[in-house]
Structures are given as C-alpha cells and as structure tokens.
C-alpha cells in the first residue's frame, strides 16, 4: 500500500500548495477578511493600529521562532514566561540599583538567561525527564526568584526608571529604539497619517516610526528559516525530533541540539523582556505570565506538531501574527474581550484540524 | 475529515456573524482601562457602574483590562483605545513608569482622558488628563480621624498598619492623627500580615496603653484579629474602632456595634462619574475643574444595609 502512494503522481500544484504553512496562510487571509469586514472603521488599519496591533504580533513572534525550533527538535519551555520577568528584573536591578552601563546590563541578562537555558536542557538531558516537567519546575523557580530578587533588593516588586537610566546607551536603542523615523514624518507632512493635536509634542506624527522590537522579530523569523531548512543543522534539528534515536544512529549530535534550542527560547525571552523594559522604563517581578502559552499557541496554529520532528518558522510567525491580530482586533470591533478566550479556543482548534488535515497529505500517515 | 472541517468552519463563520452586533450603537463611544486581571472580583462594582451610566447617558462605554494583569499589556491596551479613536478615555494610574508615555499620547491626540482609582492627582496632572477620580489615602484618614474625635472625643489611638512598606498606609495613620489633633509618635504599630501575630501585638498594645481611645484598622487583614483582641480582653464595643475596607466580618461587627464606621472608597463612583462627565464634555464641553475624591464613605450602623444588599453590585 505504502510504495504504491509514493509511486502516484502527485500534481505540481498540490506540492506547491501542501506545506506546513499552508493552514496558517489561509487563516491569516481569513482573519484580515474577517476583522477588514468587521471593524475597517475603527482605526484598526490606520497607522496606529498597524503599529498597535503589529507590535502585539511581532512579542509573540519573537517568542515563537524560539518556541517552534525547540518543539521540532522534540521538546518543550514552559518557563519562557518566567525567563521574561526574570530578564527584565536583571536588567532593572543592574542598571537602576547598581549603576551598570546598560549595555553591561543587557549583555549579563543575555548571559545569564543562554546559562539558564543550557541548564534546562542538560537536566532534561541527564534526567531523561520530559521537558515539560524540568521546564515546569523552572517555571516556578524563576518566578520566585525574580519575586525574592526584587523585594530583597528594593522592596518592591515593579523597578521603574529604567528609561533615564539606559538614556543614550547604544546597545538599549538597539531594543528600545524606532527605525524609519524620516518615512513616518514624511507620510504626515503628507497627510497620510495624523499628527499630534494637543500638548508638547502637537505637530508630530502619532507613530514615530518602526519599533526595533518588530524588526528583532523579522531578524529572527528570516535567521530561523534559514536555519531549518537550509542548513545541515536544519536537518538535524527535525532529526532530533523525529526520532532521537535514530538520529544518534547516524551520527546527529542530539544532545547538543536540545541544549542549543532551549538556549535559543532563552535568548528570545530576553529579547523579548529587554524590548519591553527599554520601551516602558520599568521591569516588574510579574511580566510575561502566560506568555509561554501564548507562545505555544503560536507554534501550533503555524502548523507544528506537538510530539516533535514537524513544523515550520514561517508557519509560527503566521500564527503569532493571527494571535495579535485576533486578540486587537476584538478590542477594535469592540467586542466583549471576556469573548477573547473563546475566539482563541477555537482558531486553535480549527488549525489544528485543519494543519492535521494537511499534514496527512503530505506524509500520507493515517 | 473533510466533513468535520466543513461543520467547523460553518461554526466560526457562524461566530463571525455574532460579531458586528456587539459593536454597533448610537452616541458617543468611550473606554475604560483597569489594571485588574480577570480574577479580580473588586472590579465587578465599577463594570456595573459603567453599564448603568451608559444607558442613563445613552452611550457606549468598553471596558478592558489585562486578562493575566500584566501592566504592559495594559499599555499595549491603551495605546489600542487610542487608535480606535474614541471620545474619551478612563485610565486607572496602575504604574506611572509604565503608563505615562501611552496615556500621553492619547491627550496629545486631543482625546479627553480621566484617570481613576490608582494614582495621585499630582501624576493624572503630569499625564494632562482632565481629572482624578479616587481617594487620596491622607484625607480618607484625616476624614476618618475627624470623625473619631466628633463622636468619641478620644485623645490617643493605636493604628494597626499591617503593610507599613508601602507609603500609602502611612499617609493613612498620619491623616487620622491630625484628624484628632494630635501627634502620631509611637502610636502606629507594624503588625504585620500573620493574623494571630496582629491579635497578640494589638493585645500588648492594649495592655501597655490602658486609656487608648480609639483604633484603626487599614483593612480586614488588620481589622479581623483586632476585633479577636478586643472580644478575648472583654473590650468589645468599649473602644472607639474605625476601618479601612469591607468584609463579612466588619459588616457584623458594624452591626454588632464593635466598629463604628468602615471607610469605603465608592468604586461605584468611579466608573460612574467619569462616563457622566466625559459624556457632557463631549456634548456640550464643559469639565469641572478640580479632581473628585470618590472617598472616604462611611459605613456605619445606619446605612449598613443598602451596603450589604448590593455588595460586590453597587457597593
């Protein structure tokens, strides 16, 4: 049965159209539909909105591609929420309390989270446990200790002033910075989009340009699909999801591609809580809860599986992005936002069906 | 398969359908922003608040809030309010650090903004929006401690402050100190949260200061092992007691005659009152000038009952 499905020819088109993507590209399609159909009026694609709602989709981007590369490799980072908070708080400590550059900052919350992560891979290496479990655990390790770190320290568990502090610094424009702010400028001498009415800044245009948060978030989409699919270390990443042991077999250093990838979800974490605290001035103890979730979330509407050795990067920015598109698009369409939990339930479910569904067409599995 | 992903996607365009209705309606459109996340009952007063002002004002009134209660969420979800374009905006001040550029940036829009319940009317001044609508902590105390002195003439009094780490609870001694006229000194005592810790300190208190004459308590984790002090030295009902905040137990003991008032800060105000004014601004601009102290209430004997009909409704 088996040879006789590889032997028929299968159309060029269907090839081209059956990937991993595929059910996160329509979705995204059915999405923009939906929300263009029901809140096109509400500043939802105005400049504005674009930033606001691009914004949310590029924070669970960021935390996607890690999430995604670690799922296909086989394993799980329930503790990327719990990284957030404790990277923010390291940079907040270092730089408001202790008077490090902030650059210094950055980097030792970048070292220390890659230690982190490496840690958490090697127990799940060593251990033999599932990474649900050994991330779990970090989970609440983290947390606590970002809680006990700040309130031993200051007393309080949100470090604000984190903004004067990192002024000038060159290595926080790099997170907390904007790009493109001469085109933004331009499009309001224009008129294309509006400008401030009231207050110091009357006159400016309303976005000041490109946050660098969306652009780290299509540096490491652009960085991650290189990786998977046109590298050796691609391959052996899918391998180690595959089947591990398989892949040892023939030689796949397995072990070090688990470690790697947990530092990778590290890396983004920080990423993602050194945008944030560059951008609002502060870190707080309970920043990014849930947040693992939502990454996950991500990785399986783009279409990855749950067990390991499938998926695709495109296909997780995808679905970050019909995430962030879905949970401001209710707040546009001004939809009870009690409804949001619902509405994710089921796109969830749908893609899930759905990539299920497409999958089977491509590995021809039952 | 393929029949079950036809029905599911009947069920979400059916979904879809639902949509448009919720959004649509005459009138003016506003937007209130919490920073409480979803389990955080408190807010139920001011949703209903919001409700029952927008139909008395015939206008739409959103209220969001941060599903996990994540405050960088919450800015995200200012910065959204102020794109869709409505005509005012209510914030609460949850953390100025991280609110200030968001909620700025909706006044330099030229979006009329109150801000409310959490915060200074120093910072909403900073912020530029029209006013503030909550209970500053000292004049709730000083408020409180001029009651006290009214009805029970008292000349000393022991504060049970069990979160002297954050300085509001300060302010809220310091207010009833002057409120009697006379000085704080010692007479503010760090109890901590541990309830039987709290009854055993207040205890000694007591002891040490026979002629005390009159306690307050900064909420029901101080305010529940002090009324346990009181019943196990048979002072029940001999010392003048006031509280900050309502629970089960302050409402028996307010109609047991144990406390005398419980102060309440009217969160109901809070969501009420911003829709009013921001309704008559949009139609006819006018704006009271000076921020609004939502509190102190005072729940006493006589109006305990209104209070316990619509706990956790109105009140």
């Known amino acids: 049965m088996v040879a006789e499905e590889r032997m028929r020819a299968v159309p060029r088109w269907r090839k081209a159209l059956v990937r991993p993507e595929l059910g996160s590209i329509c979705g995204t399609i059915l999405v923009f539909v939906l929300f263009m159909f029901i809140a096109g009026d509400s500043g939802m694609f105005s400049a504005e909105g674009f930033i606001n709602w691009g914004t949310v989709s590029a924070q669970f981007a960021i935390l996607a591609v890690g999430a995604c590369l670690l799922m296909i490799a086989g394993e799980f980072d329930l503790s ?23 650059w210094l900052a950055i980097l030792a919350a970048f070292a220390l989270a890659l230690a982190i992560g490496a840690l958490n891979g090697y127990l799940v290496i060593r251990t033999g446990l599932p990474s649900f479990i050994v991330t779990l655990a970090f989970l609440f390790i983290l947390r606590g200790l970002t809680i006990y770190i700040a309130i031993t320290t200051t ?45 110091p800044r009357a006159g400016q245009p309303v976005v000041e340009g490109i946050p660098m948060l969306m652009v780290w978030a299509l540096a490491l989409i652009i960085v991650g699909h290189f990786i998977l699919v046109r590298t050796k270390f691609g391959n052996w990443i899918f391998a180690a999801g595959g089947d591990a042991q398989a892949a040892r077999y023939v030689g796949v250093p397995v072990n070090r591609v688990k470690i790697l990838m947990f530092m990778l979800t590290a890396f983004c974490a920080t990423v993602f809580a050194t945008c944030q605290v560059m951008e609002f001035g502060s870190a707080a103890a309970d920043r990014g809860l849930l947040k693992e979730f939502e990454a996950i979330i991500s990785v399986v509407i783009g279409g990855a599986l749950l067990t390991g050795g499938y998926g695709s ?23 009870e936002s009690s409804l949001f939990r619902v509405f994710l339930g089921v796109i969830l479910l749908l893609a899930v069906i759905l990539n299920t569904y497409i999958r089977r067409s491509i590995t021809g599995e039952r | 398969m393929k029949k079950q992903l036809l029905a599911l996607a009947a069920t979400a365009l059916a979904f879809g359908a639902m949509l448009p209705a919720a959004a649509q309606a005459e009138g003016e459109r506003f937007v209130l922003i919490s920073h409480a996340p979803d389990s955080d009952s408190w807010w139920n007063t001011i949703k209903n608040a919001i409700n029952v002002a927008g139909d008395q004002m015939d206008v739409e009134v959103e209220y969001r809030n941060p599903a996990s209660g994540d405050l960088a969420d919450m800015a995200r979800i200012v910065q959204q309010a102020t794109a869709s374009n409505p005509d005012g905006i209510i914030v609460t001040i949850a953390d100025y650090d991280v609110l200030s550029g968001p909620v700025s940036d909706a006044v330099a829009k030229g979006i009329p903004v109150i801000t409310i319940n959490s915060g200074t009317e120093e910072q909403s001044k900073k912020l530029g929006a029209m006013m503030h ?9 000083k408020l409180a401690g001029e009651r006290a002195k009214n009805e029970s003439g008292a000349e000393s009094f022991v504060c049970v402050n069990h979160y002297i780490t954050n300085p509001a609870s300060v302010e809220r001694c310091q207010g009833f100190a002057d409120g009697l006229g006379v000085e704080l000194g010692d007479q503010m005592i760090d109890s901590g949260m541990d309830p039987s810790e709290v009854k055993s300190k207040v205890m000694a208190y007591l002891n040490a200061h026979p002629d005390t004459g009159a306690i307050l308590t900064l909420g029901p ?84 009952e209104l209070v316990e009909k619509y706990a956790g409704q109105y009140r």
């Open chain 2, 133 to 141: 609508i909550g209970q500053p902590e000292y004049t709730a105390g």
């Open chain 1, 313 to 335: 990067v495109i296909g997780a920015a995808l679905g970050a992005l019909i995430f962030g598109v879905v949970q401001q698009g209710l707040f546009f369409a001004g939809v």
């Open chain 1, 80 to 102: 990327i929420g719990s990284m957030i908070g404790f990277s923010g708080i390291i940079i907040a400590l270092l730089t408001v309390q202790l008077g490090v550059p902030a």
């Open chain 1, 155 to 199: 007393s309080k568990t949100i470090i604000g002033g984190v903004r004067e502090a990192a002024e000038g610094d060159w290595l926080a424009a790099l997170f907390g910075g904007t790009v493109l702010k001469g085109l933004f400028s331009w499009l309001a001498e224009h008129d294309m989009i509006g400008t401030f009415v009231a207050g």
């Open chain 2, 221 to 304: 984790n101080s305010a529940e092992p002090t009324l346990a002090a009181l019943d196990e030295m048979g002072q029940s009902g001999e010392v003048y007691f006031g509280t900050f905040d309502l629970s089960t137990a302050i409402a028996d003991a307010i109609k047991a005659g144990t406390i005398n008032f419980a102060i309440d800060q009217q969160p109901y105000l809070q969501g009420y009152l911003p829709v009013v004014l921001l309704t008559n601004y949009a139609r006819y601009g006018v704006m009271p000038s000076n921020s609004i102290n939502s509190g102190p209430g005072f729940t006493t004997k006589d109006n305990i």
